[in-house]
Nanobody, 121 residues
């Protein structure tokens, strides 16, 4: 069982930046891809960013493209999310996830506990 632990959340003013970290521990197998998702109360979980270790590609929805950057270390199941020019609409609990399938698979196998990001206007 791989454990994922997020850190780096907090309170920031609109226009500011935060960097989230995700550290993996446990069995020494590597994910095929890792991703970040976010969720606010009453809404479905939303895809934020993914990185595909096999091809090195990164993927974002239009809502964060140009503002968020995902990076990481596939060998150690670690990922980071640099978030710039934050908007109040980015307020959510952010989750790190890993999968042994393709980055766009609907089923991510492993999840962190989440870290709160709050952006004030």
């Amino acid at each position: 069982q791989v454990n994922l632990v997020e850190s780096g959340g907090g309170l920031v003013q609109a226009g500011g930046s935060l960097r989230l970290s995700c550290a993996g521990s446990g069995p020494t197998f590597s994910f095929k891809a890792m991703a970040w998702f976010r969720q606010t109360p009453g809404k479905e979980r939303e895809f934020v960013a993914a990185i595909d270790w096999s091809g090195g590609g990164t993927y974002y929805p239009d809502s964060v493209k140009g503002r968020f950057t995902i990076s990481g270390d596939g060998a150690n199941n670690a990922a980071w999310l640099q978030m710039d020019n934050l908007e109040p609409e980015d307020t959510a609990v952010y989750y790190c996830a890993g999968t042994t399938r393709d980055w766009n698979s609907p089923d991510y196998d492993y999840w962190g506990q989440g870290t709160q990001v709050t952006v004030s206007s």
